[in-house]
């Protein structure tokens, strides 16, 4: 490995979060009271914390002085304003609706934009985007290229919808029937895989044809547009603020989670581009969220949402943000550990199939392999396969997704080039004695999105 290939941090540490690691016996401890749920662990008692990227991010200095600027006006705080106008600049959308974060985005569009009964393409599901859908009467149709579904596959857009599956849908169940296509940008559970330019484009191009609206989750976008700029021919120039904006033009608006690519600790919002949605959405957010000036946000936190979203697309900052997850699985697969490839955007996957040949998927391996990591290091990740997956409202049985991952969540501007190398060492250990991780089985089991409190016990 070149280090040369890993730019440094493009910033300076101006406060600093102590952490400590507590001893293996104090971890086996919390892991059997925390159910083998790497959700249930209480952040005190983790060492390095990947469980997510969302809302764990550092702010900036300038960030954190836009806080002391908010306007905590009940209506038509000038943060709102601001937020606004940078949603213009960047996305390049009219209408805005912040909301307390991503979900409650989804919430609303799925809402004012699905009729019941309708399909809801989508590259790839989310877990909360698709329970929005659902619960609205929505039906989630994945038309996400096949090679997604393949963790060792090497493919630079291993995001993009497959043209033809969205035709034969059309063509199945009439243009009328769909209520819009859900483009992920980036796709979180394929591995935060990009999705290009040009099949942005093709979706436009053969959904105008029907009158068929695309709504993109917008919360990885900046990273997609440097992974654009990276490997997609004519953007090698371009800079990363007109590559998200002309991923945008593609679209007739966007749900975002603030707390990803937003750089910031809470927030999101809805912004959509046709003045007749935007006034249904305005109708809901007074129920759900707030008003239609703040939504579920304080004038502090769309300020520094302004601030982090134009930060977000400065060059050196993504650079740095891709190069350090590619770094921690660079590592890894030079060890012959078994990752998702090409490896994402904001994570690295250890495949739990590969990593865990021993269990079979009802066995939860992706599952325990996370609760053995905690075990052996203090390092926290999280599921992503079976239990993520749920179960199918009609039949009751699992959903069996192909990839059985763990993810190993990078939080933007938090952890050094030094952290992942003692996550990667942890994992390297872990692998040479993999046999000793053991399945799992539910002793507890929600009916809603069952990975956030489900409990089990080893077999
Ligand atoms: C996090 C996330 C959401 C939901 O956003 P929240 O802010 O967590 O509600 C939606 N889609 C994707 C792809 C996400 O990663």
């Known amino acids: 490995m070149d280090i040369r290939n890993y730019p440094a941090e493009p910033f300076k540490i101006k406060s600093v979060e102590p952490v ?6 104090q971890r086996e401890k919390v892991i059997k009271e925390a159910g083998f749920n790497t959700f249930l662990i209480d952040s005190e008692d983790v060492y390095i914390d990947l469980l997510t990227d969302s809302g764990t991010n550092a702010m900036s200095d300038r960030q954190w002085a836009g806080l002391m600027m908010g306007d905590e006006a009940y209506a038509g705080s000038r943060n709102f304003y601001h937020l606004k106008d940078t949603v213009k600049d960047v996305f390049g959308f009219d209408y805005l609706v912040p909301t307390h974060q991503g979900r409650g985005a989804e919430n609303i569009l799925s809402k004012i934009a699905i009729k019941p009964g309708q399909f809801v393409p989508g590259n790839m599901y989310f877990t909360t985007t698709r329970y929005h859908q659902e619960a609205n009467g929505g039906k989630f149709v994945d038309i996400i290229k096949d090679v997604a579904h393949d963790s060792a596959a090497y493919d630079p857009f291993k995001g993009d919808i497959d ?17 819009y296509i859900c483009l992920a940008v980036t796709v979180n559970l394929a591995g935060g895989q990009p999705v290009s330019m040009k099949n942005m484009k093709d979706v436009r191009e053969l959904t105008n044809k029907y009158g068929i609206k695309v ?18 021919a004519g953007f090698e120039n371009a800079e990363i603020k007109d590559i998200v904006r002309e991923m945008f033009s593609y679209s007739d608006g966007a749900t975002m989670s603030g707390k990803k690519d937003g750089i910031v600790n809470i927030g999101g919002f809805l912004a959509l581009r046709d003045e007749d949605l935007f006034l249904a959405a305005k109708e809901m957010v007074v129920v759900f969220e707030g008003m239609p000036s703040y939504g579920g946000m304080a004038g502090r936190d769309m300020e520094a949402l302004a601030i982090g979203l134009q930060e977000s697309c400065q060059f050196e900052y993504i650079e740095h943000r891709i190069k350090q997850v590619r770094y921690l699985g660079d590592i890894l697969r030079e060890a012959g550990i078994p990752i998702v490839e090409p490896i994402g955007g904001h994570a690295v996957f250890l495949d739990a199939r590969r990593f865990c040949p021993h269990l079979t998927q009802d066995e939860f391996p992706a599952q325990a392999l996370a609760a053995n990591l905690y075990l052996e290091s203090g390092v926290r990740a999280m599921e992503r396969g079976i239990i993520s997956a749920g179960r199918n409202r009609e039949t009751g049985d699992h959903h069996r997704p192909k990839l059985e991952l763990v993810r190993l969540t990078i939080p933007r501007r938090v952890y050094t080039y030094r952290h992942m190398d003692y ?26 999105l069952r990975f956030f409190t489900g ?3 080893e077999i």
């Not at 709504?215 to 997609?232: G, L, P, Q």
């Open 20 to 25: 400590k690691m507590i001893n293996k016996e």
């Open 215 to 232: 709504f993109y989750d917008a919360t990885r976008c900046v990273e997609n547009a440097y992974f654009i700029k990276e490997r997609e």
């Open 423 to 448: 996550v990667a060492d942890a994992i390297i250990s872990l692998y040479s004695h993999k046999e000793d991780i053991k399945g799992l089985r539910f002793v507890y089991e929600p009916k809603q």
């Open 163 to 179: 043209l033809n599956k969205l035709q034969k849908l059309i063509d199945e169940v009439g243009a009328e029937n769909i209520a």
């Open 455 to 457: 409990r089990f016990e």
